[in-house]
């Protein structure tokens, strides 16, 4: 197959170099509708499954830039619809002397041959373990959501089919029915939602994108700023990078937003953003939000918390989430979230709101955060909370939770 190393490379970048799929296949010009895209992101949507095998049919395991070889080969033989199994496995070997691997040949022939007779129905025994490979989770992972959730509304969520379509919503200015009438002039196929679009092909869109009439914004995003109370007065964004929620509430209130980051960097992106959108009431800035401000006390009416989360919920679309999390790293986040949030508290006026949310399914990082802060914080009260749902259409799983300042 024409240009299969660039999926490799792309793999290896994520693999090897810890780099998000999304900028890996950017990198190596990798099309949005092609074949190379559907092999990069399908073999990642297989790694728990392809993991379990490849220890099956190996007795040491192999180097990381050789099991990704092995891994895009069984992708090529279950998926690729179009080429005979072993036209598969001839690639992958073919593949293997074209980046340099030619030393590995013989032993990638050998183990998608002993995946050809055999390798395709292995499966383990374990309930949590064949979860695991069933949707493409870490064990521990799974664990978390079984420990978490109970065993029917974990395997709920794991097994939820989630879309690959993008969702993107007009600008305030441009409006639903001018993008409608867009879409239907390119011939570009779509669904509706309550928002905006969702769609395969979002490089037709590109002179919308450019010019600021559109912008990719996912559905959860949507619903969390549509769950923002309207009040008089300042609004803070504490995690506001790359912008997209600071942008979507400047153009719907009066007042000014204050859009937070950590990382110069990312400030860069928030500003670029709010330039491309054509929004004037948002102040990005560098700051680290988990550390107290008293200039900042009861200064807002109005505080966002897109706190950093695990990202789980978006696991449909970013399924590199599975391969860059780590067990060890949730303690952590947790805190952070804790700390996020127990400052916000004190950054809000009375009678004012802060509303937390993530982009992670998991109560410990959402409805048991919330929790331990009411518990502490007896100043504040729940005026409601929510879960988005995984779905076909382009949901994922979000959290939000509106507090109220007494």
Not at 389 to 397: C, S, V, W
Request: glycine share 8%; aromatic share 8%.
């Amino acid at each position: 197959m024409k240009n299969l190393s660039e999926a490799y490379r792309a793999l290896c970048d994520v693999y090897i170099h810890g780099s998000y799929v999304g900028e890996a296949v950017k990198e190596h010009a990798i099309s949005a509708d092609g074949a190379l895209l559907r092999i990069v992101y399908g073999t990642i949507e297989n790694h728990y499954l392809y993991e379990y095998r490849l220890s099956q049919l190996v007795e040491k395991q192999p180097k990381k830039s050789v099991a990704v070889l092995l891994r895009m080969g069984m992708y090529l033989i279950d998926y690729m619809d179009d080429m005979q199994d072993y036209t598969a496995v001839n690639e992958t070997v073919n593949l293997a002397r074209t980046v340099g691997k030619a030393g590995v040949s013989g032993f990638v022939n050998a183990v998608l041959r002993r995946y050809l007779k055999g390798g395709r129905t292995l499966l383990p025994q374990d309930e949590t373990a064949l979860l695991s490979v069933q949707t493409n989770r870490p064990v521990w992972l799974v664990s978390r959501y079984l420990e978490e959730c109970g065993k029917e509304r974990a395997k709920e969520i794991l097994t939820a089919k989630g879309s690959v379509q993008t969702h993107v919503r007009p600008s305030l200015s441009f409006g639903m029915d001018a993008m409608r009438a867009y879409l239907e002039e390119k011939e570009i196929p779509y669904e509706e939602t309550p928002y905006g679009f969702t769609l395969s092909k979002v490089g037709k869109l590109a002179e919308l994108l450019h010019s600021g009439k559109a912008t990719v914004m996912s559905v959860g995003s949507i619903e969390i700023c549509e769950a923002v109370p309207v009040r008089e007065g300042d609004l803070l964004d504490m995690c506001a990078a790359p912008g997209g929620k600071s942008v979507y509430l400047a153009e719907r209130r009066k007042g000014r937003i204050i859009a937070s980051d950590l990382h110069s960097h990312r400030v860069d992106l928030i500003r670029a953003y709010v330039r491309r959108m054509g929004v004037e009431n948002v102040d990005a800035v560098v700051k680290d939000q988990t550390t107290y401000d008293p200039a900042y006390k009861e200064k807002f009416s109005v505080v966002l918390l897109d706190a950093p989360c695990s990202g789980c919920g978006t696991i449909a679309s970013n399924p590199d989430v599975v391969l860059h999390r780590q067990e060890k790293d949730m303690a952590e986040i947790i805190r952070t979230q804790k700390a996020l949030l127990s400052n916000a508290g004190k950054y809000v006026q009375a009678g004012g709101v802060i509303v937390y949310s993530t982009c992670s399914d998991l109560p410990s990082e959402d409805e048991w955060v919330v929790k331990g802060f009411l518990s502490t914080h007896r100043e504040f009260i729940l005026l409601r909370d929510k879960h988005t749902e995984i779905d076909e259409k382009g949901g994922e799983g979000y959290y939000y939770a509106v507090l109220e300042k007494k």
